[in-house]
């Protein structure tokens, strides 16, 4: 499956704390992105790294890409109680047909 | 904008009941689709239309369901007769192009069925 797989499931750490999350994946890409989720509320778009890009920046994010271990990582820096929330990669395979997949997410408790 | 609109935001039906879930990208948004989340399976894509086109209806479970996109600004998803097994929050998401932005999502219609 060409399905992205984050790790860890479930991370806790204190406000302030930095937070490291990340995701496998099985085949080529053409990108990799970023959502959040918040209890109840539907998926906000976080980042889009392309395949031939190594490491981008959003604020406190930072996103890495690794193609060659087919991997990536989502760094929060400074973590807010207000980053509590679900985080999902979601890998676009490459191909002309290929679909926009999504793993099962990390849930992410920032203790004030 | 006012961002991808879906409704109704909850739904209870009974089983063998017809459901319709309704959807409104935004505007110039040339890529819909519609996703299903259950714990269980995580967040599946069921279809994706490009440019009011249905592309990829693989991701549909049954013949029970069905989408329709007669223009841009409207798409609904339909399912008849609906099964508790439906039950799931179903999202839709809009984007201008599909492979250099990332998708905007409603807030989801959380379907129960009883």
């Known amino acids: 499956s060409q399905q992205g797989e984050e790790d860890p499931q479930a991370l806790s750490i204190q406000e302030g704390e930095n937070a490291t999350m990340n995701c496998s994946y099985k085949t080529s890409i053409n990108n990799l992105q970023w959502y959040r989720q918040n209890s109840g509320r539907g998926l906000v778009h976080l980042i889009l790294i392309r395949s031939n890009e190594r490491e981008k920046h959003s604020g406190r994010l930072r996103v890495t890409l690794d193609t060659s271990k087919k991997s990536s990582s989502l760094l929060i820096t400074a973590s807010r109680a207000a980053d509590t929330a679900s985080y999902f990669c979601?890998?676009?395979?490459?191909?002309?047909?290929?679909?926009?997949?999504f793993g099962k997410g990390i849930t992410l408790s920032v203790r004030p | 904008d006012a961002g991808v609109i879906q409704s109704p935001r909850h739904e209870v039906t009974e089983m063998g009941q017809e459901v319709t879930l309704r959807c409104k990208p935004i505007s110039g948004h040339d890529y819909l689709f519609w996703y299903r989340q259950t714990m269980m399976r995580g967040l599946e894509l069921l279809i994706y239309f490009n440019n009011n086109v249905p592309i990829d209806d693989s991701g549909m479970p049954e013949d029970r369901f069905s989408a329709k996109m007669p223009n841009a600004s409207f798409s609904t998803l339909k399912i008849q007769p609906s099964e508790p097994r439906d039950s799931a929050v179903y999202f839709c998401a809009s984007t201008l192009t599909r492979r250099s932005y990332g998708y905007t999502f409603g807030s989801g219609t959380r379907l129960t069925v009883v």
């Open positions: 979601a890998t676009d395979a490459s191909g002309a047909n290929s679909k926009l997949t």
